[in-house]
């Protein structure tokens, strides 16, 4: 029950640059998935969802659906069914709106070699922290298995750790990227006072 209210408010709210047919090929594809605990790797909601998504969860909390609004020069818009709004590059969360803690990461841009360090400048909200400079490196962690799309396929794993010194704020982000250089699996702490994001990608 809770999830079938989930999808109707989702079916109620409406999302700039996803077309009004949307909704109507959300609901055909979710219904028969109501009750399904693994949305995320369902073969058959894959092939009859039109657009690319990504399921999420944050903490404890349980699968939530966002769907790839915009694409502008790399950066992904993704939207959820209450409007929450979800900004990736490269397959890294980058920027949040709407949630209890957003954040906004700048010169953030990870490159998946082995030993990539760089700068970065991170904005905090709720409690308002902006301009917080801080260090990003990137460590190869090795190859494995995951499942995707109810299929089993080999990703290299990276690791990313963030320190923003000015804080005392440390993060260990897990990434799982495809042969296709693609990210379609991560784990990224955004924010000190939010819960881990586990994000699986979903792209057509």
Known sequence: MTRLLLILCFLLNSCSGI????????YLSMRSMIG???LDSTKDFYENFKFSYASLSIGNSGQSIVVLSSIDDGLYEWVSEDGVLIYTYGGKIIKTVGLQYDSSFKAANPEWIDGYKSNIQLDLYNPDALSLMGKQSISFQGSTFINHVEQTIEVSQFMERISIDSINWRAVNQYA??????VIKSIQKIHPYLPK????YFFK
């Open 19 to 26: 077309p009004a047919e949307f909704y109507k090929e959300a």
């Open 36 to 38: 399904t605990p693994e």
């Open 177 to 182: 990227i495809n042969q296709e250089g693609q």
């Open 197 to 200: 994001i586990e994000i699986q």
